[in-house]
Nanobody
Framework: QVQLVESGGGLVQAGGSLRLSCAAS????????MAWYRQAPGKQRELVAR???????TYVDSVKGRAIISRDNGKNTVYLQMNSLKPEDTAVYYC?????????WGQGTQVTVSS
């Protein structure tokens, strides 16, 4: 069983920055890939960024150059630094990990970017 708790969302003006955090507990290992997804109103949930156990990262094209995903294995925490935020980044951001025993999601954290 894995628990994921996101934090760090909020209201920010366009051009601003936020750092989202996802604290993991339970049967989580440093070689598990961790990911951030987001879902805007009326849209499907989309992958924003993923970091694999070896540290390799991938990003959706819309955030490339503006987002950095990182992890601190000692703290079982994954971060998403978002810079140059745009109104279209407004969404609920979810942390996710897929392990051998399950697909786990956090409760989400709201990010709202005002123009």
């Amino acid at each position: 069983q894995v628990q994921l708790v996101e934090s760090g969302g909020g209201l920010v003006q366009a051009g601003g920055s936020l750092r989202l955090s996802c604290a993991a507990s339970g049967s989580i290992f440093s070689d598990n890939a961790m990911a951030w997804y987001r879902q805007a109103p009326g849209k499907q949930r989309e992958l924003v960024a993923r970091i694999r156990g070896g540290g390799r990262t991938t990003y959706v094209d819309s955030v490339k150059g503006r987002a950095i995903i990182s992890r601190d294995n000692g703290k079982n925490t994954v971060y998403l630094q978002m810079n140059s935020l745009k109104p279209e980044d407004t969404a609920v951001y979810y942390c996710n990990t897929l392990t051998a025993v399950g697909d786990y999601w956090g409760q989400g954290t709201q990010v709202t970017v005002s123009s």
